[in-house]
Each structure stands twice: as C-alpha cells, then as structure tokens.
C-alpha cells in the first residue's frame, strides 16, 4: 500500500521529534559531574551509576544529587550570613569566617536518600525511580554543630533543632524546612560541613555549608544553612509530615498507611549493594570475577557481608574494608570462579554491628523508602566457543 | 426507535472523538500548569495507576497550581504514564566533569 501524503508527513513529525528530544537529552550536561543517571533536570536529581562506585570516598564529580525545589542562586561567601535565633539566650548572625574559626572536624559518612531503590518497589510508588545509586560516601568536615549552638546558648526549653537553606519554593510549594531532636544536633559526629571530601562544598551540594547529621537520612542534611533555631517542637512543613515518614506498623502492598502511624525517618537500616559484576552480565567459564560492593547501616557500623553465588542456598564471608566506622560504609569483596556453565543469581546481605540484617523482602510503603532487601544480580556464565 | 439509536450511536460517536481530544488538551495543559517548578522528566519517568496520578495532581493543586482542565491531565497522564506501561530507558547526561 503506498502511504499517503498525510502517513509521509506524520512520519515526518515523528522523526523531527525524536531528534528534538535526542538533541535535548544530549544537551544536559551539569558542570561539575560525569555523566549521571538523569531523573530530572530542573530542579536537578541525578543518579550514579553503579559502575562508578569503586573507591571508599565517593568523588564529588560521581556523587548523587536530589533536589526538592530549585537550588538558590549561587552564595557569595563573603556576604554569606548564617542566623542562629529561635529559643537561645543570644540570637546570632555568623560570617563564614566565623564558622572557619571554630574547630573543624572530620566525620566520613555515608548520604542515602530516603528513596534510593524505589524503583524496586511492586506496586510503583511516586516519587523519583531511583535505582541502587542515590548513595555516596564522603569525608565532610566543619564545625560542630554543638559548637555553633554554643556561640548562642540554647535554651532549656529546646526540644528540637530547625534548620532552613537558602532554597525557597516558586509559587505556594512548602520550604525545605527539617528538624531533628536537639540530642542528634548536639551528638559530636553532628556537623555544620564547610568542606566534602577536602574542598569546598560544591554549589550543587550545598556550598557554603551543609548539616551532617551522620548516619540520618539524607533528607537531614539540610543544603546552604542560612538558618538554625533550637525550637521546643518539631516543624511540622511538608518535609517533616507527611513527607519522610515511614509506616511504624507494616503496610500490605498497595495499601495505605494510617497517618498516625507514620514516624519521622531518622536512623538508616542496614544494607549492602553489588557494584561489579555488572548485573545481567555475561562472563566465560574459565575466567575469575570479584563480587563487589559496598554496605552501610546508619548509625552503626557493618559488621559483616554474606555472598551468595547460588540464589540463597549457600553464603560466603565477603571480606571487608577497613575502617570499622559507625556512618561510614564498608567496602566488601569475594573471588568467585563458577565451575559450570548456567545463569547465576548473586546476593549480597549485610549484618550491622547492631545485630540487625538485610531482610529477604523489603517493607512495601505507600512513599518507597528504606528500600534494603538483600541485593541480587545476575550473571550468564559461557562456555567458551 | 431507529432514530434514538440514531442518536445515542451519534453520542458514543461523539463521546469518542471527545476522548482524542481530551488526551490532546491534557498534554496541553501538562505544559501549561507543570513547567513553571519544574521539568517533565520527573513526571515522564514515573508509572502510576490513576488514583496515584490523581493524588499527585491534588498535592500539587494544593500547593498552588491552577490546573484549569485537571480532567483532560489525569486522563493524559493515566494513558501516557499508567502502571500498566512499561518503565522508561534509563537518560543520562552529558559528562561535564573537570578534568
């Protein structure tokens, strides 16, 4: 059938429109980062792919980023002012050289979006599909937080600690406003960060200052802190409730979480992910692979990590990384030389100083956090031709 | 007789051509009342079953957006980007690091 002049130019328009939308993904570079899983462009949620993940620290050029609301305009340091009020006996406005003369501190720690593995999650929940790489390891370093409190004095009557960012919301959106109870602010592994990874914090991480609230969500650490006040509650915006809460009663699948049951996330569960092989890989019968990854458990420290090669049926002692840190992630690895042809499923499960395990089936939850079900690839094992 | 059947034929004939039209008008107004905070690509790349777009559409109306034809978006939306499509392929951006 010859097609008709309309067929000809609607297929005209196709084309057109998939080089349009071609030339569009190709022109989305951000300065600064290789070539990233891209969720959103504007704001900006960027995603890093596993076979980036080959070192304890996290490369600033690697690590993942997610925004809630556009980032504010670049942050002159010098005019940069960070308010101290709510309840202290001595509201403050402190320079950035202010910050640099208290003592610095180092603290590595792991950052992990509260989504990170939503995509895994049957039904789909909204929310950015985020893959295993909305993670990243960094050493920050900076005041503690305590240390800045200090300047102001908290009050007795404070409960909580506020912090703002110098990001605000178009039209009637909810600030990016969170609060953690006052004893996780004043903890010493809490920082006011003014440097990741040795330099100073990146614009797209927060520069000039970032709150660490080590071993938290990574919702906690607040971008571009223009504002902390110690408050008697805690601040009740979007991103408090219902946003970043976790059902404290388990949800079927599809279900609805009784409001009142949320609970604000604060700790992270315990969790390794498989970097190498690269999952649905194929690799020839004869060779040597190294199972890889990296585990991590909030607050705790990874005590140990189990690979299996076979489904499940039998697990190995991956070795692992030193330093034993609380925050910080462990590295792990496992020689592997299959002895037969066939189709390998490997699991990698991680058991916290804590006592606590990956689970087999991660909690289904109506917003798709805290997703740490043992992690599981595949791998083709050939006979070579 | 013939001519109510007629009639309600003419109507479900009518009701179909409404149906192109209404996905059309919701891309529309996709364009007009979402872009203002922020890029599609976080709305394209999500799979959700209508009552889950439709949530969405009340967190964002409550947050300020002037959805004019809320109808025609959820349909586009449920049509385009229902739980029943398969996941999109992955983007990636262009590498912009310093070297």
């Given amino acids: 059938m010859t097609p008709s002049r309309r067929d000809v130019f ?28 891209l969720h959103n462009d504007r704001p900006e949620d960027l995603e890093t792919p596993v076979s980036y993940y080959d070192s304890w620290l996290t490369p600033t050029s690697s690590f993942y980023v997610r925004q809630h609301i556009p980032r504010p305009a670049p942050i002159d340091p010098a005019a940069y002012r960070l308010t101290v009020n709510g309840l202290v006996s001595k509201p403050l406005e402190l320079t950035l050289a202010d910050l640099q003369r208290l003592p610095q501190q180092t603290v590595p720690a792991t950052l992990e979006c509260a989504g990170n593995g939503r995509g895994f999650y049957r039904p789909q929940v909204p929310g950015i599909q985020w893959g295993r790489g909305a ?14 409190l200090a300047l102001a004095g908290v009050a007795p009557t404070a409960k909580f600690l506020e912090a703002d960012g110098a990001d605000s919301p178009a039209g009637g959106a909810p600030d990016f406003v969170r609060s953690m109870p006052l004893q996780k602010a004043l903890d010493p592994a809490t920082l006011l960060a003014l440097r990741m990874n040795g330099q100073p914090i990146p614009d797209i991480h927060g520069f000039p200052a970032r709150l660490i609230a080590s071993g938290w969500v990574g919702a906690s650490f607040v971008k571009w802190v223009t504002r902390l006040s110690p408050a008697a509650a805690r601040h009740n915006g979007f991103f408090m409730n219902p946003a970043y809460r976790y059902p404290k009663y388990g949800v079927p699948p599809g279900g609805a979480a009784n409001p009142a049951d949320l609970e604000p996330i604060e700790g992270m569960p315990v969790k390794s992910t498989i970097t190498a092989p690269e999952d649905q890989s194929k690799m020839t019968l004869g060779s040597a692979a190294t199972v890889r990854g990296f585990a991590w458990a909030g607050e705790e420290a990874i005590e ?9 049926s039998t697990w190995r002692a991956a070795k692992l990384s030193e330093p034993k840190l609380r925050f910080a992630w462990r590295l792990w690895q496992l020689d592997w030389k299959p002895a037969e042809p066939g189709y390998y499923s490997i699991l990698s499960r991680a058991t916290d ?6 689970p087999v089936v991660a909690q289904w939850n109506p917003s798709g956090y805290l997703w740490n079900a043992i992690d599981r690839i595949g791998v083709s094992v050939e006979k070579q031709s | 007789m013939t001519g109510r059947v007629l009639l309600i034929a003419s109507v479900f004939a009518a009701n179909a051509l409404c149906a192109d039209g209404l996905l059309e008008r919701g891309e529309k107004e996709e364009a007009r009342s979402c872009v203002a905070c922020h890029s599609l690509r976080i709305v394209h790349s999500q799979r959700l079953a209508q009552s ?36 999109p392929a992955p983007v990636t951006t262009k590498d912009a690091a310093a070297r």
């Fill in chain 1, 135 to 148: 993670i990243g390891n960094a050493e920050w370093s900076g005041p503690r937080v305590s240390d800045v």
């Fill in chain 1, 353 to 358: 100083s804590a006592g606590r395990v990956q």
């Fill in chain 1, 304 to 312: 140990r990590v189990d690979v299996s090669t076979d489904g499940g």
């Fill in chain 2, 52 to 87: 889950a777009w439709g949530r969405e559409l009340d967190k964002m109306a409550g947050w300020g957006t002037k959805i004019a034809d809320r109808e025609a978006l959820l349909a586009y939306l449920t049509a385009n980007f229902g739980n029943d499509k398969p996941a």
């Fill in chain 1, 10 to 37: 609607a297929a005209l328009l196709a084309v057109a429109a998939a080089k349009r939308a071609g030339a569009a993904d190709d022109a989305i570079a951000i300065p600064g980062k290789r070539s990233m899983l």
